[in-house]
């Protein structure tokens, strides 16, 4: 059951109301659900519009890309969903969520945090600790009949307080307060990174993809020159990162040819 937007979070949608568009103009609140993806789905299945937002203060059953757990208890972070329902601009919704996130964090903090291919916010190069650790993720899911995408949902999960991760996580994930050495305003975090999804998903749907895809590359810096090994059918291949292309797909350079990747398991050095 929906809950009414704590002040502190309806404050930031507040002060962002004039560059949002229609993202968070309506939102369910949960104090805790399984997960807010599975929530905005069941909303866009039954006509919700674009822009419809689901927030969640904790999640029990919280996911990442192959399924994996996402590590979303209460007190610890912030977990939203929003439903998309421009289909054409489908492909590039990871990419538009990562810049989205990377710039509200950037603007409701101060923070310089990343993005690593796909679909990660890292600490800022020159963080203390190495590798530099996650502290938010994106997943679009999407939806479609006879071919056609019907909506997408995008879920953003964001770490924002000092926690005691599970030891199979603790070495890569942070958060935003851990990294920042004092606790981000939630309001502010989810107010900016909604505003910035409007900004880009206006960019998308008015056809200046390329600005989108620049704008990753410069939070992206890691993207390019880094050693990565990918998982393949004929097993594990390595090269060096050289960037996305207009898809979005990685480019690997490997044995003097490019390589390009469009999913799949990634590791970084």
């Known amino acids: 059951m929906a809950e009414s937007l704590p002040e502190e979070l309806s404050a930031g949608l507040r002060e962002t109301a004039s560059r949002r568009g229609v993202f968070g103009d309506v939102v369910h609140c949960l104090a805790e659900t399984t997960s807010t993806n599975d929530v905005a789905a069941r909303l866009a299945e039954r006509g919700a519009p674009e822009g419809t937002t689901v927030v969640a203060l904790a999640q029990t059953a919280g996911r990442g890309r192959f399924g994996r757990t996402w590590f979303s208890p209460p007190g610890a972070g912030l977990y939203v969903s929003v439903i998309c329902r421009h289909g054409a601009v489908a492909p590039y919704l990871t990419v538009a969520g990562g810049v989205a996130l990377a710039d509200g964090i950037r603007r409701a903090t101060g923070l310089p945090v990343e993005i690593k291919w796909p679909n990660d916010i890292v600490a800022p190069r020159g963080a203390a600790r190495e590798p530099r650790r996650k502290l938010a993720g994106i997943l679009a899911e999407a939806s479609t009949a006879s071919g056609s995408v019907q909506y997408v949902v995008l879920g953003f999960g964001i770490n924002l307080s000092r926690t005691a991760y599970p030891a199979e996580i603790a070495a890569r994930a942070s958060s935003i307060e851990a990294e920042l ?22 960019a998308l749907t008015s056809g200046h993809v390329g600005g989108v895809l620049d704008r990753w590359r410069t939070l992206a810096p890691s993207v390019f020159g880094a050693a990565v090994e990918w998982e393949t059918p004929a097993g594990p291949r390595a090269g060096t990162a050289a960037g996305i292309d207009e898809d979005g797909a990685l480019l690997i350079r490997t044995g003097g040819r490019l390589e390009r990747v469009i999913s799949g398991e990634v590791r970084w050095s």
Do not use: I, K, M, Y
Request: hydrophobic share 40%; aromatic share 0%; net charge negative.
């Open 181 to 202: 050495g004092r606790a981000p305003d939630p309001g502010a975090v989810l107010g900016e990174t909604l505003a910035s999804l409007a900004s880009v998903h206006q």
